[in-house]
């Protein structure tokens, strides 16, 4: 079995797939403190379908950009889960996340009147930072319909714990 994790998005959304075929999701809209509540998302999840930790062979976990906090939520989570089961992990820049390998520009909020920029050419994803345009969204319905399509792009990753944030700017702690 397959655990996805998206906590850089707007939304809290995890799902476990097996057999190219979503078994159970949760998918709490705009939810705001993911650090918070995600080990209890965890848990209810696997209770919906009656297996524990060690049914998951794999993790998905979508990196940023996107939320600070979501990030870091989604990462630490993932990995150490990962390095104490021993499950493997693999991960994607959240733009190519949202774009499912269709070609055009897509825009994330990277607040201060900015987004941050995907543009995928070529099958390969440039990201930069520009003007504030409106938000693109994952289609999480499907998502839970199609999940083969998004988990094809995720990429194995080789070393845990050199295994990075993808922040694209510094993240802004305090005021200044």
């Known amino acids: 079995m397959k655990l996805l994790i998206?906590?850089?998005?707007?939304?809290?959304?995890?799902?476990?797939?097996?057999?190219?075929?979503?078994?159970?999701?949760i998918h709490l809209e705009k939810y705001k403190h993911k650090s918070e509540i995600l080990p209890s998302i965890y848990s209810k999840l696997l209770k919906k379908l009656n297996i524990s930790t060690k049914n998951i062979q794999e993790i998905y976990v979508v990196n940023g950009p996107?939320?600070?906090?979501?990030?870091?939520?989604?990462?630490?989570f993932s990995k150490t889960l990962a390095l104490v089961t021993n499950i493997k992990l693999y991960?994607?820049?959240?733009?190519s996340?949202?774009?499912?390998?269709?070609?055009?520009?897509?825009?994330?909020?990277?607040?201060g009147g900015k987004s941050y920029?995907?543009?995928?050419?070529?099958?390969?994803?440039?990201?930069?930072i520009?003007?504030?345009?409106?938000?693109?969204?994952i289609?999480?319905?499907?998502?839970?319909?199609n999940p083969e399509i998004y988990l094809q792009k995720f990429k194995k990753v080789k070393n845990i714990l050199k295994f990075k944030e993808n922040y694209i700017k510094k993240p802004q702690i305090g005021g200044n």
């Not at 939320?67 to 990462?75: H, N």
């Not at 949202?98 to 825009?107: A, D, L, Q, V, W």
């Not at 920029?117 to 930069?128: D, F, P, R, V």
């Open 130 to 137: 520009g003007e504030f345009k409106q938000n693109s969204f």
């Open 97 to 111: 996340f949202i774009s499912m390998g269709k070609e055009g520009k897509y825009y994330i909020d990277a607040k």
């Open 139 to 145: 289609n999480y319905k499907n998502l839970i319909d």
């Open 6 to 25: 998206d906590t850089v998005n707007e939304d809290l959304f995890l799902s476990i797939i097996e057999n190219n075929r979503t078994l159970a999701f």
């Open 91 to 95: 991960s994607l820049d959240n733009l």
């Open 117 to 128: 920029i995907g543009t995928l050419e070529n099958q390969k994803m440039k990201i930069e």
């Open 66 to 76: 996107g939320s600070f906090m979501g990030i870091r939520a989604g990462l630490v």
